[in-house]
């Protein structure tokens, strides 16, 4: 294995990690709520009655590229597949995530974070399936 280090920013991850963290952190301690997106989105969805705080976190998350651009180039996005699998891994995810009760940001920041046994198993599952599942499409397909 080797690293890509013309594309290694492991300070833009650390800083990147940290504001995850950190507004992670926050919604827990002020609003008592779990970062998770796929309940924030989903309570959105299926009408929850807290809507505002739900609302104000996804325009949060839509916005944030259009803020970064202020400071430094986005970076060029490049697909390495077609759309059928993109369309499967949507699908492939969606299903994970109600099996687990949770996404991947809800059970592997906020869940790891507060010590949850069931967030500790679907993180190992789900890392565990794309360490495979990119073994077995790099090497063997």
């Known amino acids: 294995m080797q690293i890509d280090y013309a594309h290694f920013t492991p300070l833009a991850a650390l800083a990147g990690g940290a504001i995850i963290g950190l507004a992670a952190g926050l919604l827990i301690l002020l609003a008592g709520k779990i970062a998770g997106i796929a309940g924030i989105v989903g309570g959105l969805i299926n009408g929850a009655k807290d809507k505002t705080w739900r609302v104000l976190f996804v325009i ?16 060029d996005l490049e697909m390495v597949t077609t759309t059928p699998w993109l369309i499967v891994a949507g699908l492939l ?3 994970g995530t109600r099996y687990a009760n949770g996404c ?19 993180v190992v599952s ?11 499409i790099k090497h063997i397909l």
């Open 93 to 95: 995810v969606g299903i």
């Open 126 to 136: 789900f890392m565990g399936a794309g360490f495979a599942t990119v073994f077995v």
């Open 104 to 122: 991947t940001s809800g059970h592997g920041i906020c869940g790891l974070s507060r010590y949850s046994a069931r967030s500790l198993v679907a």
């Open 60 to 75: 949060g998350l839509l916005a944030s590229p259009w803020l970064w651009r202020l400071f430094a180039p986005l970076p």
